[in-house]
């Protein structure tokens, strides 16, 4: 192909100069690859060029067609074929990506991951636009504001999702078990919802806690809550992390570790290079040992929520009860670029003690105990009404559903009390 314009021309020769400088430092850290590998690399950037500026030369719409443009479409795409998490961030989005974590910004409530390639919900936050508009785990969200979903990377579906308190999003939403649609309306509120919820004393000594997410104070929450179970008697603890999304990756380490004797492996990182290893064992100075522990699970349990899950699993501190986890256990690093970009690629991958993978797995509970989504979200309902207060009619009586998973949970415990080697009527003083 010709060049027709000196701009071209120039063009074509700053992109391939740049282009050869790129190769010749891949080979230089390649070193060790075949020749044929190392032409093959030199053929399709040759490719690449050839495409880019046949694109330019031809392509309808000229405004669309500035290298800036074309370079970082490519970038984009390149990055989303690898896995849904890898991303190119052009220097606007890594902008608005380093805004995201200083600033506060309205929301629904709902943490969502990739799966069979659509947005998908992991789970929504109780007490949240996003929940009290009966969204789901496993809903797959189709449309945002009339717009398809198809193509986006997870951080643009979050960032159409976003925007000031008291606005409105309307999304499509299939669900996957039945196939059906339906369109919500939903209005954005700031989210702030606590990460530790119903500490309580159950029968026969028997704690109960909720943990709804993984933040800079779920550990010390945690400990308030322990503390005061403690003191009432605590035999035996239920810790319930359905539809936990999860969090910070130090908050389920400091969670962990309450549980497990110090040094007990919690959850290591590996990926192709040292860097990427990272080895987490358990410190701290409060370590509770001698009650017997039970988890509740669910799809909606991921990130944070599945890596206490499986070191408490497998250091044989805990049995989980409820349903297989969400699966999601990749590391994203952000690598910023010169011109103020940034790559998010993932780079290692979470392995509980024994060596299991939890990306695209997940955690299987020891005791497999069904629950629908819609049940779920009716006993969250019925918890938030007064305790005296009764069914206004029959339809709503018979609408009323009990927590399967907490109580098969709550009897396991009981045999564990009785039966169990480490049954006593209560806990000695935590281990310092």
Known sequence: MQLKKLGWGVGWALLAAALAVNLVSAARLHARESRSDREQAYEKMALFTKVIEQVREAYVETNKVAYTNLIYGALRGMLQSLDPHSQFLDPATYQDMKDDTSGQFGGLGIFVGMKDGLPTVIAPMEDTPGFRAGILPGDKIIEIDGKTTEGLALDEVVKKMRGPPGTKVVLRLMRPKTQALRTVEV???????????????????????R???????????????????????????????????GGLLSSAVEVSQKFLKKGDLIVSTIGRTEKQLLVEKAGGRVHYLDFPMAI??????????????????????????????????SVQSVIPMDDGSALKLTTAKYYTPGKRV?????????????????????????RQRPKNATPTDEAEAEARVSDVQLDRAVDALKGVLVFGKRAQTRPAAPKS
């Open 187 to 209: 209005v954005r509120a700031e989210i702030n919802v606590p990460s530790i919820k119903d500490a309580q004393l159950l029968e026969d000594g028997i704690g109960y806690i």
């Open 211 to 245: 943990l709804l997410s993984f933040s800079e104070h779920t550990a010390a929450d945690l400990q308030k809550a322990l503390d005061e179970l403690n003191k009432q008697g605590l035999r035996a603890l239920v810790l319930d992390m359905r539809n936990n999304p």
């Open 296 to 329: 509740l699970v669910n799809g909606g349990s991921a990130s944070a929520a599945e890596i206490v899950s499986g070191a408490l699993q497998d250091q044989h501190r805990a049995f989980l009860v409820g349903e297989k986890t969400f699966g999601k256990g």
């Open 358 to 382: 939890i990306h695209e797995h997940g955690i299987e509970p020891d005791i497999v105990v069904a629950m629908p989504p819609e049940d779920f979200r009716k006993l969250w309902l019925q």
